[in-house]
């Protein structure tokens, strides 16, 4: 964030529709929601870790072996305390259009209209949902999505980072073998952080935006 050399007028408009996002009042039927991706290697041990002691941490061998790769989705709804995730072989336009759909009809199929924040990857369009459903279906889908897209180089607006990174830090950052064991603990990690209500308290307003980067604005 803090390596910008200037600030042109879209890369400030663009800002500016998030963080008043950020700053709405809570409505449960038109909720936002910061979506993104995090590629996760695959490893498993090549000899068996000796397990954790008291006062001890779990030791693993230097050696192992490579299993491939593995998305997870991350949707995380920051006032409402929800997150919801999605593991995947890939990051496709496909999985993409797979995943919303599954957060608006099983997840979210009670409100009006869903504000997603996601960056500028060529998955995160109407083009997804067109090229791999029904047009009918794309249509319905995307009736009740809003896209509001980060400025190029700026994803450290998408609160779904943040989400991503207290995910690797209490649960992905170790090795895990296969995709399976990783959609386990993953969906672990989620309920136990949505019982909980976890909430994302988001304080960088525009105002504090206004002061801490108007010399980099331009005109």
Sequence with gaps: MWCIQEITPEYRKRMYDILNLYEETYDPLRPVLGIDEKPKQLIEDSRTPIPLKPGRKRKEDSEYIRRGTAN?????EPKGGKRYTEVTDQRTKKDFALYMKYLLDVKYSYVKIIRIVVDNLNTHNESSFYENLERKEAK?????????????HASWLNVAEIEIGIMDRECTSRRIKDKEMLAGEV??????????????????????ADKKLEKYYTE
């Design 72 to 76: 997870i989705f991350m949707g995380v």
């Design 140 to 152: 319905r889908i995307l009736k009740k999505i809003e896209f509001h897209y980060t400025p190029t």
């Design 187 to 208: 969906k672990a990690w989620e309920k136990r952080r949505n019982r909980q209500r976890k909430k994302i308290d988001w304080t960088f307003t525009k105002k504090k």
